[in-house]
């Protein structure tokens, strides 16, 4: 157990759906970061919180949004849903693993029909 | 742009043969490196790390790489493969100062008992 916790850890949905993605940092862990990997585009990154403010922003569509909570949790918002949008959605989080390290969840297999 | 590259797609070995992951990047400058495990079902796990130093670093599970500046390479090696380290694995790197990892394609571990 990583410490980051991702909910749910399957679902599936239709085209147009929008579906919530949750993810619990590890204690004490202030920074969340989002990963997406498919088949065709490997893992790419997403975007980065850090103490609930957005501090970076990679290759995240523009259906899709992203907050971090009071409580440092996070959501992953993806609206009007593709068939490309199927994939693992992870979740990691930084902070107490030393500098630059990234602390996985076990991810959100997200499948659209 | 920066880049990173895992040649082999998909490896088998013997149990209990040696073994090496090749990676190679593409940056400016040394980056922050790092090999990451991923198993069905399950997150990445950080396997090692190299920031600066020794070139030889240890890691978990009795992996080691080893960073070649002049080849920008940062190979991952054990010299006995274990049944259980049927995996994917994960080359990444991330420029100093950010958090934003980019990953290789990864390189599939077959391990024939």
């Known amino acids: 157990d990583s410490g980051v916790t991702q909910t749910p850890k399957h679902l599936i949905t239709a085209t147009g759906q929008r579906v919530t993605l949750r993810c619990s940092p590890r204690?004490?862990?202030?920074?969340v970061y989002w990963y997406q990997q498919s088949l065709d585009q490997g893992l790419q990154f997403l975007i980065q919180?850090?103490?609930?403010?957005?501090?970076a922003k990679g290759n995240i569509l523009e259906r899709f949004s992203a907050q971090q909570f009071p409580d440092l949790h996070s959501e992953l918002n993806l609206s009007s849903l593709e068939l490309g949008d199927s994939a693992l959605y992870f979740c990691?989080?930084?902070?107490?693993?030393?500098?630059?390290?990234?602390?996985f969840g076990a991810g959100s297999r997200l499948t659209v029909l | 742009a920066q880049s990173v590259t895992q040649p082999d797609i998909h490896i088998t070995v013997s149990e209990g043969a040696s073994l090496e992951l090749r990676c190679n990047y593409s940056y400016g400058a040394t980056p922050y490196l790092f090999w990451y495990v991923q198993s069905p079902g399950q997150g990445l796990q950080l396997l090692l790390k190299?920031?600066?130093?020794?070139?030889l670093v240890q890691g978990i599970k009795g992996f080691e790489a080893e960073f070649k500046r002049s080849q920008s390479s940062f190979n991952l090696r054990k010299p006995s493969v274990h049944w259980s380290d049927a995996a994917e694995y994960f080359c990444a790197v991330s420029p100093l100062g950010t958090y934003k990892y980019i990953f290789g394609t990864g390189t599939r571990l077959k391990v024939l008992a």
């Open positions: 919180y850090y103490n609930g403010e957005e501090r």
């Open positions: 190299y920031f600066s130093g020794d070139t």
């Open positions: 204690s004490g862990d202030l920074s």
């Open positions: 990691a989080s930084s902070g107490t693993s030393g500098a630059n390290v990234l602390t």
